[in-house]
């Protein structure tokens, strides 16, 4: 059974910086295309970024030229970079894979930004 177990959230001001980091196990995590989702309270999970098993990204405009994501595939770990971060970017951050079926969602982690 996959367990994802997110970290590194937090409050931040707008224009600061954090890192979250997502550690997967039960699986072989560099097979997969891995994402970084996130969900703002009323509103749909979206997908923010994805990264290949050799590195290729991609990120939705919102975020673009702000987050960086990146894998250890030793590690079985994710990251997400974020930098300049905006009030909008608030909300619970998880990270996936890509493609069905997807694995049980782990509990995320919170993003505040301040104006």
């Known amino acids: 059974q996959v367990q994802l177990v997110e970290s590194g959230g937090g409050l931040v001001q707008a224009g600061g910086s954090l890192r979250p980091s997502c550690a997967a196990s039960?699986?072989?995590?560099?097979?997969?295309?891995m994402g970084w989702y996130r969900q703002a309270p009323g509103k749909q999970r979206e997908l923010v970024a994805r990264?290949?098993?050799?590195?290729?990204?991609y990120y939705a405009d919102s975020v673009k030229g702000r987050f960086t994501i990146s894998r250890d595939n030793a590690q079985n770990t994710v990251y997400l970079q974020m930098n300049s971060l905006k009030p909008e970017d608030t909300a619970v951050y998880y990270c996936?894979?890509?493609?069905?079926?997807?694995?049980?969602w782990g509990q995320g982690t919170q993003v505040t930004v301040s104006s």
């Open positions: 990264i290949t098993p050799g590195g290729m990204t």
């Open positions: 996936n894979k890509l493609g069905l079926p997807q694995w049980a």
């Open positions: 039960g699986t072989i995590f560099n097979i997969n295309v």
